[in-house]
Nanobody
Framework: QVQVVESGGGLVQTGGSLRLSCAVS????????RGWFRQAPGKEREFVAA????????HYSDSVKGRFAISRDNAGKTVILQMNNLKPEDTAVYYC?????????????????WGQGTQVTVSS
């Protein structure tokens, strides 16, 4: 089976930084992409960032482009989301997901396994 566990969330002031980690264990599906999504209260889950199976291609939502950076190790066992210059609108539960395909995708239907999420709160 697959286990996906996020960590690193917390409370930070506007303009601050957080580093989210995602640990994948069990059957890791190293040849597929990884993604981060988020869901704010009362809103639908939305795409944040994705990285391809080889790590050489990344894709970001317009709202985080230039502020967030996604990376992974070769095996896909660790996925990092570095978040800088955080804004109150970044407040959400952040989810790590294991993709079905090798390429990046902003569509949650292209991800097969999900973690339980980690809360990020940005105060103004």
């Amino acid at each position: 089976q697959v286990q996906v566990v996020e960590s690193g969330g917390g409370l930070v002031q506007t303009g601050g930084s957080l580093r989210l980690s995602c640990a994948v264990s069990g059957r890791t599906f190293g040849g597929t992409g990884r993604g981060w999504f988020r869901q704010a209260p009362g809103k639908e889950r939305e795409f944040v960032a994705a990285v391809s199976a080889t790590g050489d291609t990344t894709h970001y939502s317009d709202s985080v482009k230039g502020r967030f950076a996604i990376s992974r190790d070769n095996a896909g066992k660790t996925v990092i989301l570095q978040m800088n210059n955080l804004k109150p609108e970044d407040t959400a539960v952040y989810y790590c997901a294991i993709g079905t395909y090798y390429y990046t995708s902003p569509e949650d239907r292209d991800y097969a396994y999900w973690g339980q999420g980690t809360q990020v709160t940005v105060s103004s």
